[in-house]
Nanobody
């Protein structure tokens, strides 16, 4: 089992940067793919980025490619989402999620495949 806690959200001006962290407890973090999703007020939850259990593969939503970077440190049981060149449309609650023991053909962009979720952290980008 994995328990996830996000941090690092806040208010930032357009063009600024934020670094979100996802701290995990539990023995299976290093065997879990990690995904970041976001949900704007009144909208559905959308995929942002994901990284495989080994860190060997990452995938990003088109809307954040080139601006966001996902990484992980299995020794510290943490995953990070570095967000640069932020835009007002990036405003949302950001969630990290863990998918334990993923299969070879899992779709990391699909929120339904994830087993555990954090409580979320608010990111607000002002124009």
């Amino acid at each position: 089992q994995v328990h996830l806690v996000e941090s690092g959200g806040g208010l930032v001006q357009a063009g600024g940067s934020l670094r979100l962290s996802c701290a995990a407890s539990g023995s299976t973090f290093s065997n879990s793919n990690i995904g970041w999703f976001r949900q704007a007020l009144g909208k559905e939850r959308n995929f942002v980025a994901a990284v495989t259990w080994s860190g060997g593969r990452t995938v990003y939503a088109d809307s954040v490619k080139g601006r966001f970077t996902i990484s992980r440190d299995n020794a510290k049981n943490t995953a990070t989402l570095q967000m640069n060149s932020l835009k007002p449309e990036d405003t949302a609650v950001y969630y990290c999620a863990a998918l334990e023991f993923p299969g070879g053909s899992v779709d990391d962009t699909n929120s339904d495949v994830y087993d555990y979720w954090g409580q979320g952290t608010q990111v607000t980008v002002s124009s």
